[in-house]
């Protein structure tokens, strides 16, 4: 079965903790992302990773951090969450160029 | 940079019309095309792509490239109910090299009333 798995799906933290949200797909898919969404801005790209350890920031890197450690898993970290870090994060992956995306995580800074 | 703007911003149709959603880019190098669709509080799932001039259709959708003019569109025939959603367009960055980057435009929000 082909999917992407977000977690959490929903989250509430306060300004200056740290964020954790993780990402697992199940289909060997060696391209992975971390967008966010926020009303009338579409999908903004943050990170994307080649494969295990092989991470290149997108158009929107700061304030976040990507981890790859296993092909099937990619977490997205905020150190000390800012207010203007709630949004809707989206995770995807891709071996054809065809983004899967995962469910999301709404994330909320207050 | 690659630049992506939809249009229209959003519109309403009745059951069973055509819609014609516009996307346009600014980087005469990309290479791929593609819509996707975004139902209220769901993961945007892909509709279609498309890599060179012309038409491409799948049942009700037909996705058309004109690189000549940084233009490509998407026809839905006999819009239903089931079809409101918001409708993203996605461009690669077309700098020659393939980084597996999109750029996303910022969407059409479509509704079909009965």
């Known amino acids: 079965d082909m999917k992407v798995t977000q977690m959490p799906r929903y989250l509430i933290k306060r300004m200056g903790e740290n964020v954790l949200l993780e990402c697992g797909q199940d289909?060997?898919?060696?391209?992975m992302y971390w967008y966010r969404q926020d009303p009338g801005l579409g999908l903004q790209l943050i990170y994307i990773s080649y494969d295990v350890d092989s991470n290149s920031e997108g158009d929107i890197p700061k304030g976040y951090r990507v981890s790859r450690k296993k092909r099937e898993h990619f977490s997205l970290i905020l150190d000390s969450a800012k207010t203007n870090q709630t949004s809707v994060y989206f995770c995807?992956?891709?071996?054809?160029?065809?983004?899967?995306f995962g469910e999301g995580s709404k994330l909320t800074v207050l | 940079q690659q630049k992506v703007q939809q249009s229209p911003e959003s519109l309403i149709v009745p059951e069973g019309a055509m819609t014609s959603l516009n996307c346009t880019f600014s980087?005469?190098?990309?290479?791929?095309f593609a819509w996707y669709r975004q139902h209220s509080g769901k993961a945007p799932k892909a509709l279609m792509s498309?890599?060179?001039?012309g038409e491409k259709e799948e049942g009700r959708f037909t996705i058309h490239l004109n690189k000549a003019s940084l233009h490509f569109s998407l026809h839905i025939r006999d819009s239903q109910p089931s079809d409101s959603a918001l409708y993203l367009c996605?461009?690669?960055?077309?700098?020659?090299?393939?980084?597996?980057?999109?750029?996303f435009g910022h969407g059409t929000i479509l509704r079909v009333h009965p």
């Open positions: 996605a461009v690669d960055r077309g700098t020659g090299a393939n980084t597996g980057k999109l750029t």
């Open positions: 995807a992956s891709t071996n054809t160029g065809q983004l899967y």
């Open positions: 498309i890599f060179s001039n």
């Open positions: 980087d005469s190098a990309s290479q791929y």
């Open positions: 289909m060997s898919h060696e391209t």
